[in-house]
């Protein structure tokens, strides 16, 4: 799932953060419901079999209409009345947990929000986009059963240390990166193949366990790690440059002169990167995000053998692209804790998964994906297909919220 | 994050949990209520497609899908166990069975709010329609082996299926350590369960081949057709007869098979190319007398209907149904072969072209039988080098055990193997 685009362009939630406000008007009534079965207010039993509540959304009437709690899963029609887009948060009053969110609802129109709500407090906190937060009336459900997950919200201001913590991290990484693709260029102009070889592998796995998953470092991935993938003459086309060019080279029997330039370029481009490291700022929102779509990537390129252009380390490349993801994780740790009940298992199958794929190095060698038997393969792909599915919550849970 | 915990929720296997409340909240619980017992339940005509398929029960001593008519679409997947051991096979097909409890009874998805991606892909829209799927799960030879300490336990006839003679087998589309077949009326339904099953269980396990059928209209009437464009499955066991299916599909009590098997059956899977290109340059005259019957009405070539029983003591040397034609040899229809009869559930595939231009296209083959050397063997060997083997050629499939049935909510599939 690549997210193009710079992503402070993708919502408006950064643009709250610099005010520093309380919560804005808060509409103190509290209503006192019972369980299911009671039928009232504006909710009624639509063709899904579900009760559908219409609620309004806008700063003076935040979670207008609904008057009649019930718990179980349910529907919520929030329309928005204001002038203004908004997002609605449902949550805990108490906790500041929340049990859904609907993004982006334009003025006038109405969306669903699907929720399981149970024994317990709940308000609607209504964003409009250029507008304080508004909470509704607190809702108290007095029976029915467990509510559905839900987790605090996280907020830009939460995620700047850990994020500006990991760019200072990818900085010391792209320094190792330029001394090691250095080496590269030294072994190819002094036509020592064998040694050039290794230095590829050494920088490569620098380079992928920075975790350059879908656009963190721009154009600069496509020339120093792209595949002739899109490219008009694919594979023999000038624009394919890189890692993976230079690649295909030293493992096809192509003399060290004619790697030079492909060397001296890479060189270049991994030198503009770290040098220009210090002036980009990533965006917070974006670290869940890494967290989640490195081994996306890994899934999709390296356990597929898709990049592999002779050097058969795609495994090498997974090893490193689970360090990358731990990089992540770590500074993400403090902020999951309270939020992620897998965490541990998740970081427990990390280790698994680094210490299963160092199994298949073998000397400087690394066993091709298509060289596991069957079963090797299959358990490969099984642990990291768990892990993806299990980093897509860290993602959801990671997205920069509002809360003001 | 709250409210994640609960029974199934391990390591590997997402969410089953959420299955539960999914249909408690769905409003639609009593619809897909399940009885308290199942087994077989009296059932269409076989062979013949229902207009609406009725919904297949999950709970029961059975898995009722293996009775159950044939339904328009197929998917059956071989998967192998990736689970590291025996508990976690066993979460494996707990989780297995939650998701199938949900997806056959249908419900409303769990909202998960910001704690992750939708827990549904969405594919039948927010609410998963109650019958509109069955759900068949078997275990293969290899889960037997040292991995999981079920060594011995293998139902008595369960092995590795053979290499027959006019076999051309692929390993890559052969064996497995568990089978899982869904049938449902619409493409988008089979793909909605194949994608959540796999979603939740990515740790445990993981697909090993996979082949996609479907079951063509009546044309115009009757049976439907195969890809060589004749009716087959006219002469299936009744499977509406539970005397008939308890004599020749499930295994009972006192067969010799290990306890936890008892209402099980034997699930054969053979993926059979049909050389379609190749038949349709045969004269018609050809073609009938490979199966013995007549291609336009599906008749015995010496009766008149579909549904006419061929008299083979009256045509002893075969001047009307050849005796090496396909019916005759696979159900001789004497005292001595009514046993070996079993029930076949095929479907069509078409898997595009091979790399040559031809057409993928032939038949999944699949039946159920109490006992694989008195059935399936029996009539593969007596069929070995029948006519129609220059047109058709086995390439993959396998032996698997159609588990026991789920019998209630706490029930799932194995439980009683594995603990």
């Not at chain 1, 003025?107 to 937060?133: H, I």
């Not at chain 1, 298949?360 to 792909?381: I, K, S, Y």
Request: proline letters at 7%.
């Amino acid at each position: 799932m690549p997210r193009s685009g710079p992503a402070w362009l993708r919502s408006a939630r950064a643009r709250g953060i610099g005010g520093a406000l309380l919560a804005g008007g808060v509409l103190a009534t509290v209503i006192l419901a019972g369980g299911p079965g009671d039928a009232a207010g504006g909710t009624r039993t639509d063709a899904d079999g579900l009760p559908h509540t219409a609620v309004e959304v806008s700063s003076s009437g935040c979670g207008r209409g609904w008057t009649h709690a019930r718990s179980g899963t349910q529907v919520f029609e929030l329309h928005n009345t204001s002038s203004a887009a908004a997002e609605v948060y449902l949550k805990s009053p108490r906790t500041g947990e929340v049990y859904g969110e609907t993004e982006g609802i334009g003025p006038g129109t109405t969306r669903r929000l699907r929720v399981t709500l149970g024994r317990g407090a709940y308000v609607f906190m209504c964003l409009p986009d250029d507008a304080d937060a508004v909470t509704g009336p607190t809702v108290r459900i007095g029976g029915g059963g467990r509510p559905g997950p839900a987790a605090a919200p996280l907020t830009q201001h939460d995620l700047i240390p850990p994020a500006l913590e990991y760019q200072k991290w990818v900085a010391g990484g792209l320094d190792g990166l330029v001394g090691r693709t250095g080496t590269l260029r030294d072994a190819l102009d002094r036509g020592d193949l064998a040694g050039a070889r290794e230095a590829w592998l050494s920088a490569h796995l620098a380079y992928e366990r920075l975790g350059a998953a879908y656009g963190t470092f721009g154009d600069a991935d496509q020339k120093i790690n792209g595949t002739g993938a899109g490219l008009p003459r694919g594979d023999r086309d000038p624009g394919f440059t890189g890692f993976h060019r230079i690649e295909y080279g030293l493992w096809h029997g192509a003399p060290a002169a004619s790697l030079h330039a492909p060397a001296g370029a890479l060189l270049a481009t991994v030198r503009t990167l770290r040098d220009d490291w210090a002036q980009e700022r990533m965006d917070p929102a974006d670290l869940g995000l890494r967290a989640h779509e490195i081994l996306e990537n890994t899934v999709e390129f390296e356990l597929t053998g898709r990049t592999d252009y002779g050097s058969g380390s795609n495994l090498a490349t997974a090893r490193a692209n689970i360090d990358g993801t731990r990089a992540v994780l770590s500074r993400l740790h403090p902020l999951l804790v309270s939020r992620y009940p897998g965490l541990r298992k998740l970081d427990d199958d990390l280790d698994r998964t680094r210490r299963l794929l160092d199994g298949f190095r073998h000397g400087g060698r690394w066993t091709p994906p298509d060289r596991l038997d069957r079963a090797r393969r299959e358990q490969v792909n099984a642990v990291f297909g768990d892990l993806v599915e299990r980093l897509a919550s860290v993602a959801t849970l990671c997205d920069a919220r509002r809360t003001v | 994050m709250t409210g994640m915990d609960g029974v199934g929720r391990r390591g590997f296997l997402r969410g089953a949990a959420l299955a539960g409340a999914g249909l408690a909240a769905g409003g639609t619980a009593s619809a897909a209520a399940p009885p308290a017992t199942g087994g077989p339940v009296t059932l269409p005509v076989p062979g013949l497609l229902p207009d609406s398929a009725l919904p297949v029960p999950f709970h029961g001593t059975h898995q009722a899908s293996v009775t159950a008519p044939p339904r328009r679409v197929t998917a059956f997947t071989a998967f192998d166990v990736t689970a590291e051991n025996r508990r976690e096979l066993a979460d494996l097909l707990r989780t297995v069975t939650a998701r199938a409890r949900f997806l056959t009874g249908g419900g409303q998805p769990a909202p998960v709010g910001i704690t992750g991606p939708p827990a549904d892909s969405g594919l039948l829209g927010p609410q998963v329609p109650a019958g509109a799927l069955s759900v068949t799960v078997g275990v293969g030879a290899a889960l037997f082996d040292d991995r999981f300490g079920l060594h011995g336990r293998a139902p008595r006839r369960l092995t590795a299926m053979p290499s027959f003679p006019d076999d051309d087998l692929r390993p890559e589309w052969c064996h497995g350590d568990l089978s899982l077949q869904l049938c449902a009326d619409d493409t988008d339904t089979v793909l909605h369960a194949l994608r959540d099953l796999a979603r939740h269980t990515r740790g445990g396990m993981q697909v090993r081949w996979r082949l996609d059928g479907f079951t063509s209209p009546p044309r115009p009437s009757g049976t439907p057709r195969n890809l060589l464009g004749f009716k087959d499955g006219t002469a299936n066991p009744d499977a509406g007869s539970a005397r008939e299916m308890d004599r020749l599909v499930w295994v009972g009590r006192g067969a010799g098979e290990p306890d936890w098997a008892v209402g099980g059956s034997y699930q054969v899977v053979r993926l059979i190319r049909m050389l379609v290109e190749f038949w349709d340059r045969v004269s018609l005259t050809e073609q009938e007398r490979m199966f013995g019957r007549a291609r336009e009405t599906g008749a015995p070539l010496d009766g008149d209907a579909e549904h006419d029983i061929p008299h083979y003591p009256a045509d002893p040397k075969g001047d009307v149904i050849p005796l090496d034609s396909h019916i005759r040899l696979a159900n001789p229809r004497t005292a001595d072969t009514a046993g070996q009869r079993l029930l076949r559930r095929a479907y069509n595939y078409d898997n595009g072209t091979d790399g040559n231009g031809n057409l993928d296209m032939g038949l999944l083959f699949c039946c159920y039988q109490q006992d694989l050397a008195r059935q399936f063997e029996t009539v593969q060997r007596r069929l070995a080098g029948e006519p129609l083997t220059d047109y058709i050629k086995p390439f993959g499939g396998g032996y698997f055990y159609a588990l026991p049935g789920v019998r209630e909510e706490s029930d799932w599939f194995g439980r009683a193997l594995l603990t």
